[in-house]
């Protein structure tokens, strides 16, 4: 198998080009390569595939195989990758996703792509769809009880699901304890993505983050978007935000009708990408 390994604030994926052929049972091998002491480590593996209805489509799979709809770091990737491989001249490209098409706008320096600004699309807060079970139409500043603790919670999906609540110590947070409890909860019946939230004014949050499926990661960019849109709507910011991550930091902005973040996207050096036969 030849692989690039790229990450978006220290959230990293191993990425493989199947624009020619698709890779074989890529569940089995999310979790082969994700093992961070015998693969090659990461937090999931993403496969760029071609698409019938925009430039090109994006798989992502979590470090315990199953499937993701969307992943606001890797996708920001995968624009990289395209155009940096000479995969695609275009400086605005569109990614199709399970979470929807995406629209990207590549950010070019000395040829290569140092930043990207997406349209992640309208945030959606009906229950039904995130989905969230028990707490109304709308989660939104809804107080419930996980791990032993009194929380404040709005849930939001981003093309998959996530609960943002509010903590006032999000670095000392035992979140290896806390954040599998959310994950697993039963009001959450195809499990979340939990945003642990300090405001620190009205244009800066500090975040860190329980994916489904991984575990904590440096960085979650569908997390980062949710998390700005829960703190607007619960008037705690405004509607353009920069949070800050353990892997650094993501510009969200909130409009009327869709959500946009702009970040990096690195490729590894070239001892570490396209190797050959690792499996």
């Known amino acids: 198998m030849k692989f690039t390994k790229?990450?978006?604030?220290?959230?990293?994926?191993?990425?493989?080009?199947?624009?020619?052929?698709?890779?074989?049972?890529?569940?089995?091998?999310?979790?082969?390569?994700?093992?961070?002491?015998?693969?090659?480590?990461?937090?999931?593996?993403?496969?760029?595939?071609?698409?019938?209805?925009?430039?090109?489509?994006?798989?992502?799979f979590n470090a315990d195989g199953s499937e993701g709809?969307?992943?606001?770091?890797?996708?920001r990737c995968v624009a990289k990758f395209v155009y940096d491989k000479g995969l695609t001249d275009k400086t605005r490209i569109a990614v199709?996703?399970?979470?929807?098409?995406?629209?990207?706008?590549?950010?070019?320096?000395?040829?290569?792509?140092?930043?990207?600004?997406?349209?992640?699309?309208?945030?959606?807060l009906d229950a039904a769809r995130i989905p969230v079970t028990g707490l109304g139409e709308q989660v939104v500043g809804k107080s419930v009880r996980v791990a032993g603790q009194d929380w404040t919670m709005t849930c939001v999906s981003m093309g998959n699901p996530h609960a943002v609540v509010w903590c006032a110590d999000v670095q000392g947070l035992d979140i290896e304890k806390i954040g599998p409890q959310f994950e697993h909860h039963p009001m959450f019946p195809d499990r979340v993505n939990t945003e642990f939230v300090r405001v620190l004014d009205r244009h800066n949050v500090e975040m860190r983050v329980w994916?489904?499926?991984?575990?904590?990661?440096?960085?979650c960019g569908t997390g980062a978007c949710?998390?700005?849109v829960a703190c607007f709507l619960n008037g705690l910011t405004d509607r353009s935000v920069?949070?800050?991550?353990?892997?650094?930091?993501?510009?969200?902005?909130v409009t009327e009708g869709s959500v946009f973040m702009t970040g990096p996207a690195h490729m590894k050096t070239a001892c570490l990408s396209e190797i050959c036969n690792i499996l």
Not at 6 to 24: A, F, I, P, R
Not at 111 to 122: C, E, H, P, Q, T
Not at 242 to 252: K, Q, R, W
């Open 96 to 124: 199709e996703t399970l979470g929807g098409m995406k629209y990207l706008d590549l950010m070019v320096e000395d040829g290569k792509v140092s930043r990207v600004r997406v349209d992640m699309g309208a945030p959606v």
């Open 69 to 75: 709809a969307m992943c606001g770091n890797g996708i």
């Open 6 to 60: 790229m990450h978006g604030c220290g959230n990293d994926y191993v990425y493989v080009d199947c624009t020619k052929s698709m890779l074989e049972d890529p569940s089995a091998v999310a979790i082969d390569v994700s093992e961070r002491h015998f693969g090659v480590g990461s937090d999931g593996l993403i496969l760029i595939c071609p698409s019938e209805k925009g430039d090109f489509r994006m798989r992502m």
């Open 211 to 219: 994916e489904r499926g991984s575990g904590e990661t440096l960085a």
């Open 242 to 253: 920069t949070v800050h991550l353990l892997g650094g930091a993501l510009d969200i902005e």
């Open 226 to 228: 949710a998390t700005a």
